[in-house]
């Protein structure tokens, strides 16, 4: 139970500690990971295995589902949508990303809970679909189709949904109707958003390395070890996918639909756990703009999927039709390589990262429109290098790109 005697929670206080008004008060988790009391020997050596063995894992099936992707001609080629040339293995997820619930059950032991088994039937369903458009291609309206199954899994029968926007434009406590419609929305909006930014070397698996680093550590500041430990699990896992795909020649493969797809779906339920596990709660690590914060975690995907779907649609076209109209694209076209321009987006969202907790007083509200506002300023100043073409002002325009290429490109 959470303690709230003292306001603060302390998962490892004991029941006969509490007086009986917080008896009274105390309020089991409804989502996620049961909060668990480990010695900090044994939760360092749990840590470390948690990255030790999803990072293990990850190395050693990697060269394998290369030769088997490669044998049986699951390549990603060349288009007019692509960054890459030459013919490049895909379904870098099938055999890491959708086990890393199960790492989390192994470390968190009774700490895990039955709700959080949803999302590994979920993101296997996600993986099968994702395995379907990598393997054969299916249409965009078949591929919502199963992320909104997917996400209905987790939502329905699991429970793992919102029930507050904590205050974001003055709405509080929302409808069940309400909740699994945002819900729903959230889950599969997230898992596009990281579809979509796997476009270049070590972006998708970049970024969900700082969410995860960031939701974990969180996680483990609030005592929920077991979801701490998936987003480790993580972590090791992405670091290693990471090396084959940026560095990686003979065995050099890309996360495709299979991995992007199971990653944000991954990556949306956690989020939806962060949100939850700071619903009328008084610790210390608690927070009072948590779906902002959110956005901001994920600012990259976030907003880059937002304005390209905009730009889109305002010229006519289908929300998902391929272009390179995507920000990792105007960094290229401004000249940054592939790695350059992965290292630069994963330093804006850790600047956006560090802005939200920084601001958590502002509100939800406040905190929301400040983000999209910097966000907005620093995602079109490589757009608007790159369209600056005065003649008589070219050194203007290639110190304006080294700054935006330093910065944000």
């Known amino acids: 139970m959470k303690n709230f005697n003292s306001g603060r929670y302390d998962p490892c206080r004991k029941n006969s500690e509490l007086n009986p008004m917080a008896v009274k008060m105390a309020i089991p988790p409804r989502v996620g990971m049961a909060p668990s009391c480990e010695s900090r020997p044994n939760l360092l050596l749990k840590i470390i295995l948690s990255l030790g063995v ?31 040339t030459g013919s490049i293995p895909t379904m870098g997820g099938d055999r890491h990303i959708c086990r890393l619930p199960d790492l989390g059950l192994v470390f968190s032991g009774s700490g895990f809970r039955d709700d959080f088994r949803y999302v590994i039937a979920g993101a296997v369903f ?36 919102f029930t507050s926007l904590q205050g974001f434009l003055g709405i509080e406590e929302i409808s069940y109707f309400w909740s699994v419609v945002i819900s729903l929305v959230t889950i599969v909006g997230l898992t596009n958003c990281f579809n979509l930014i796997d476009g270049i070397d070590g972006l998708a698996s970049g970024i969900g390395t700082l969410v995860s680093i960031t939701l974990g ?3 483990g500041l609030a005592g929920q070890y077991g979801l701490m430990f998936i987003c480790l699990a993580l972590v090791g896992s992405l670091i290693a996918f990471s090396i084959y795909n940026i560095w990686g020649k003979e065995n050099k493969i890309f996360m495709g639909d299979t991995g992007s797809l199971v990653l944000g779906f991954i990556l949306a339920a956690l989020v939806i756990e962060f949100n939850e596990l700071n619903v009328g ?29 905009i730009l889109r649609m305002w010229r006519r076209k289908h929300p998902f039709s391929p272009d390179k109209t ?18 630069s987006l994963m ?20 905190l929301l429109t400040l983000i999209m506002a910097l966000a907005l300023l620093a995602f079109y100043l490589p757009i608007f290098a790159f369209r600056f073409k005065d003649k008589d002002s070219t050194r203007l325009r290639t110190r304006l790109a080294r700054v935006t290429s330093l910065f944000i490109a």
């Open 281 to 309: 709660v008084q610790t210390s690590v608690d927070l009072i703009s948590t779906p902002a914060i959110s956005i901001g975690i994920m600012i990259v995907p976030v907003f880059d999927t937002l304005r390209v779907f």
């Open 326 to 343: 995507h920000t990792h694209h105007n960094l290229i076209n401004l000249g940054a390589s592939h790695h350059k321009a992965t290292l």
């Open 54 to 84: 999803a990072f293990a894992i990850t190395a050693m099936l990697v060269p394998v589902v290369v030769s088997i992707v490669k044998e049986k001609g699951v390549v990603a080629h060349e288009n007019g949508r692509t960054s890459h």
């Open 347 to 366: 330093f804006l969202n850790g600047i956006f990262i560090a802005i939200s907790f920084a601001l958590n007083s502002l509100g939800a509200t406040i």
């Open 126 to 161: 996600m993986l099968m679909v994702g395995m379907k458009d990598d393997i054969q291609g299916i249409t965009p309206w078949m591929k919502l189709a199963g992320q909104i199954i997917a996400a209905l899994i987790i939502i329905v029968p699991g429970d793992i949904r």
């Open 217 to 219: 550590i969180w996680f």
